[in-house]
């Protein structure tokens, strides 16, 4: 059973950093997709960034250039490097991770940015940046 325990959320200043980091536990396959949603208040949960068990990534167009997603060699901590933090940026982040049974196809990477169409999910991690 693969379990997913968010950290690192908090309060920060328009402009600053933050760093979350998800670890994981039970994840023994070798083709797989994680990834960081969002969801601001009163809004629906947001793709930030998706990566596979070959490294490659994806971001949304918001966060492109500002945020960074890394995982560790072991695949047991998923990261997000956040910069430059805007107030649109605040939500609750949450980790997402899915199985899959071959290689990893870009074309299913660039689409669970938008689908949420994960198995696994951690419970989030507050952000809040202010003005």
């Known amino acids: 059973q693969v379990q997913l325990v968010e950290s690192g959320g908090g309060s920060v200043q328009a402009g600053g950093s933050l760093r979350l980091s998800c670890t994981v536990s039970?994840?023994?396959?070798?083709?797989?997709?994680m990834a960081w949603y969002r969801q601001p208040t009163g809004k629906e949960r947001e793709g930030v960034a998706v990566?596979?068990?070959?490294?490659?990534?994806n971001y949304a167009d918001a966060v492109q250039g500002r945020f960074i997603i890394s995982q560790d060699s072991a695949g047991s901590t998923l990261s997000l490097q956040m910069n430059s933090l805007k107030p649109e940026d605040t939500g609750i982040y949450y980790c997402?991770?899915?199985?899959?049974?071959?290689?990893?196809?870009?074309?299913?990477?660039?689409?669970?940015?938008?689908?949420?169409?994960?198995?696994?999910w951690g419970l989030g991690t507050q952000v809040t940046v202010s003005s």
């Open positions: 039970g994840l023994t396959d070798k083709y797989y997709y």
């Open positions: 997402a991770a899915d199985i899959s049974r071959t290689w990893p196809d870009p074309v299913r990477r660039y689409s669970l940015l938008g689908n949420a169409d994960f198995e696994y």
């Open positions: 990566i596979d068990s070959s490294g490659a990534t």
